[in-house]
């Protein structure tokens, strides 16, 4: 079984990993590990696929990898992205694999992320 956690960008566009809880009263963020509160809500999240790159860097959604065939293409640039019950990866074509499961991680390297690199 994977393990379930969030890498959260806050506000004040700080990075934060783990897992996360919202009160309901302040809508302030919790880190569940050390229950620190933070100070700025997060407002984007993206969940961790259970899947590291050729470097054992952890895949989370929202990241730009390289290495993937995607339509025949090798080494194609793609976004992770969960759906059809999966972690995809999107071109930014209209064209998904599969399932990043499927995906060969030996040859994926995360390259960014859709936050820093917009």
Do not use: W
Not at 40 to 49: F, H
Not at 79 to 87: H, I, L, Q, W, Y
């Amino acid at each position: 079984m994977r393990e379930t956690k969030f890498r959260g960008i806050t506000e004040d566009n700080r990075i934060v990993y783990g897992g996360f809880s919202i009160h309901a009263t302040d809508g302030k963020i919790v880190q569940d590990k050390d229950e620190l509160v933070l100070a700025g809500k997060v407002v984007k999240y993206y969940q961790y696929t259970g899947l590291a790159d050729k470097n054992g860097v952890e895949i989370y959604e929202g990241d730009i990898i390289r290495g993937v065939e995607i339509d025949g293409f090798k080494n194609s640039l793609a976004e992770v992205r969960f759906g059809g019950g999966c972690f995809e990866l999107y071109d930014g074509y209209g064209s998904y694999t599969p399932c990043l499961g499927e995906a060969d991680n030996r040859y994926i390297e995360i390259i960014g992320n859709i936050h820093d690199n917009k």
